[in-house]
């Protein structure tokens, strides 16, 4: 069953990841063009030493990038899933895929993206890149840290739905909002770059993965569903 799992992850995420590249594609190439000149404006080589490589050839990278982004968090997801399956959320199949894949979304992007949203070329200090790493994956620690945190509080907590949902935002939020409190601020935006421009393009690597995210989790949900169904419908074997 892993092993159907897995394959089901590894394939519907490449899909995903897919479906995501053209998103980013029709709405985060254009952003990052305006950044790209803008840097160039700026360093004052606007047509001087070429880069390694041309923007035609990272534009067909992109679907790349975003197909082996899919691969491997879809073989991550199918594994994780597996783990959960009987154990929390929800008893169907496609209703814990959804909520697992919510949930990850949250924690892994849009904790870390609050904190620290993504920017363009031309933002942000290249001396600075590993400090602004780093506090990017702790944040990342955090979302998962305050995941783990609500189930936990979610399971030991007596009364209905609503009781358990309360405490597990609860617990989710208190670490989260003590990490955004507590870590350093970046702003390393110069000085008349467009503010359009930079939410834009920070938009548009939020919806991305929001792209990615909800077709990955809803067709998880869909095909595990289905199978599910085959499985019940099937005859059993009384011999």
């Known amino acids: ?58 534009k067909a990278g992109l679907f ?25 959320g ?8 959804l909520a697992a894949a919510g949930t990850a979304f949250a924690a892994v992007i849009l904790v870390p993206f609050l904190k620290y949203p993504a920017n363009p070329p031309a933002v942000g200090d290249p001396e600075t890149i590993n400090g602004r790493t780093l506090l990017y994956v702790v944040m990342i620690a955090v979302g998962l840290a305050a ?16 009781a358990r949902w309360s405490a597990a935002v609860a617990a989710f939020l208190v670490p989260v909002a003590a990490a955004w409190l507590l870590l350093p601020p970046i702003d390393e935006v110069p000085d008349g770059f467009p503010a359009t421009l930079l939410w834009e393009f920070r938009l548009a ?28 419908a099937s005859p059993v074997s009384t011999s």
């Open 1 to 58: 069953m892993v092993r159907t799992l897995l394959v089901r992850g590894l394939l519907l995420g490449l899909l995903a990841g897919l479906i995501a590249g053209g998103f980013a594609f029709a709405f985060g190439e254009p952003r990052l063009d305006g950044a790209i000149a803008l840097e160039h404006a700026a360093d004052g080589h606007g047509h001087g030493e070429e880069a390694l490589v041309s923007r035609p050839v990272q």
């Open 64 to 88: 790349l990038a975003t197909g082996l982004y899919g691969l491997a968090v879809g073989g991550v997801f199918a594994l994780v899933y597996a783990g959960l399956r009987g154990r929390v």
């Open 90 to 97: 929800p008893r169907s199949e496609g209703g814990l895929a």
């Open 147 to 162: 995941t783990a945190i609500a189930v936990a509080t979610a399971r030991r907590v007596s009364g209905g739905p609503w």
């Open 205 to 232: 690597s939020l919806g991305t993965q929001l792209v990615f995210w909800t077709v990955f989790g809803v067709l998880f949900g869909w095909v595990s569903d289905r199978a599910a169904a085959r499985r019940s």
